[in-house]
């Protein structure tokens, strides 16, 4: 199979003495360097960086561009951290000038359309949760995890009650324990039954006096909706813990179903995944969450408020509150294309968003489940787990060798091995941005490879510019600055 040469670093392809312009000849007399510096600020050499033409620099990153995977040019079925196609018209009115050129700085007196906005999406996502209260200030889903939980003990704190526990299941995301572990408290396990939803008996054994918070994703990370859930929070409630909500998975269920009315006490949203906006990279992203009335005093100050006479402030006054947990308003920028998603779908799109969703991932379900059994329900929300372990003990073909074999028919891969109850896990999401004709040719893909020499299969991808790389080496030991000496290797 042809093989692409990758494209080489542009320190490869420096030549010396070529450049992007030519400057014209000064018109003052020339000066030593050393007569207009300080020498303590002169560096002893010339730094090396790489001489080339403009063209030279445009093909490079034009070349590396068209390499890229990316949700612009390619379905992204990346099961439980939703990637969707978002509007490029939500990028052009996040970069408004009156929105994007404001300082935070400035006085709230000058930053009413700003804050306006601001004020506005706190009560779209208030009433889109089922919630009284949010603050805008985390800066990831992750920090809004923490946030929340550092809500929860000031609430228990202020209360004079010492609960040290949350109860997190094992389907969980791994950001849950990970934050509550941050947030001061002991994580517990809870099973799943055999049903892939919460076991209520461990739940039982493990809802003593200490348990402050139990943490779950509904629907879940096998994409199941668990119908307990109105019964999990009155056994949390009636022990006086509270529920949390990771609202990861939120695309399922917008405009069907809110939180609060499930029972959750507070929650956080992902915008990037729900809503519109930047996806992958490491960010910037926005963590927003959701709390009931009694848990509002605790949120991060300042939140931004609303007086009698119409005009916007931001509420520093607030004794009881956690303190600040990012700087200025938050990653505003990110939080505006939510609200231009959000006003323009309307409560009418926000629906349709969720069963356009959950169609199209029982669609493909359908589609492949006969190849790649589904352990866990014959339907699902918006997102399914299915398992390669029979294709492994029969064939040697893994997850994993699946997942890099949908690179070559530019797919990008799956979610693999996540969650762990379920044995060479793919966790697939489809979302319901993509059209029948993608589902199709992605069920035809995941069908051929399923039948594929597996030494084939080991190889992949073979189409790319760089084939299989050792992942734990990339992530442990990874090469980002170039340097003459590794470049001479």
């Known amino acids: 199979m042809y093989k692409l040469d990758p494209t080489p670093l542009l320190f490869e392809s420096s030549r010396p003495g070529r450049a992007t312009a030519v400057l014209p000849a000064s018109d003052v007399p020339a000066r030593p360097i050393d007569e207009l510096i300080p020498a303590s600020q002169l560096a002893s050499s010339a730094p090396p960086l790489p001489e080339l033409s403009e063209l030279d620099v445009v093909r490079h990153y034009t070349n590396l561009s068209a390499s890229n995977m990316s949700i612009d040019s390619n379905f992204y079925p990346l099961g439980s951290c939703t990637m969707k196609y978002n509007p490029k018209r939500n990028e052009r009115l996040a970069g408004l000038p009156g929105l994007g050129a404001q300082h935070p700085y400035q006085d709230d007196s ?7 906005i601001l004020h506005e999406l706190q009560g779209c996502l208030a009433e889109i949760a089922g919630l009284h209260a949010v603050s805008l200030q985390p800066a990831a889903g992750a920090q809004g995890e923490l946030t929340a939980l550092l809500v929860a003990a000031a609430y228990f704190r202020d209360r004079g009650e010492k609960r040290t526990k949350v109860l997190i299941p094992d389907s969980a995301h791994g950001t849950n324990p990970a934050s509550a572990h941050l947030a001061g408290f002991e994580t ?18 493990h809802l003593g006096d200490d348990a402050a918070v139990f943490m779950i994703t509904n629907p879940n990370t096998v994409g199941l909706f668990d119908p307990q859930i109105g019964e999990i929070a009155k056994r949390l409630h009636d022990r006086g813990a509270l529920l949390y909500l990771d609202g990861a998975n ?17 929650m ?17 992203g926005a963590g927003p969450i959701a709390v009931r009335e009694h848990l509002a005093p605790y949120l991060p100050a300042p939140v931004v408020g609303r007086r009698d006479d119409g005009t916007y402030y931001l509420d520093h006054d607030r ?12 990653n505003t920028g990110v939080l505006f294309r939510a ?3 959000i006003r323009s779908q309307g409560p009418e799109g926000l629906l349709r968003v969720a069963q356009h969703a959950v169609l199209n991932a029982n669609y493909l379900l359908q589609q492949v489940k006969d190849v790649y059994p589904v352990p866990f329900g014959g339907r699902c929300m918006h997102e399914f787990v299915a398992s390669a372990r029979s294709l492994a ?13 949908l690179i070559d028919y530019n797919f990008h891969a799956p979610t693999v091995y996540f969650p762990l109850i ?3 896990a793919l966790m697939i999401e489809p979302t319901e941005t993509e059209s029948r004709e993608t589902l199709d040719a992605f069920a035809r893909a995941l069908r051929a490879i399923a039948s594929e020499d597996p030494q084939l299969l080991h190889d992949a991808p073979v189409s790319t510019p760089v084939s299989r790389l050792d992942e734990v080496k990339a992530a442990k030991t990874p090469i980002l600055k170039w340097t003459p000496e590794a470049a001479a290797v």
């Open 422 to 424: 379920v044995p060479e």
């Open 319 to 330: 004794p009881k509150s956690i303190g600040r947990v990012r700087t200025f308003f938050g």
């Open 339 to 341: 609200y231009c998603y």
């Open 188 to 205: 517990i396990t809870i099973k799943s039954n055999a049903s892939g939803l919460v076991d209520l008996a461990d739940l039982d054994r």
């Open 250 to 266: 939120m695309n399922a269920i917008l405009g069907v179903v809110r939180p609060g009315d499930m029972g959750v006490d507070l």
């Open 110 to 116: 000058t930053l009413q359309g700003l804050l306006a």
């Open 393 to 405: 003990r029969e064939r040697g073909i893994r997850a994993m060798d699946i997942g890099k074999r």
């Open 268 to 284: 956080h949203y992902n915008p990037h995944k729900t809503f519109s906006g930047p996806h992958g990279g490491g960010g910037p």
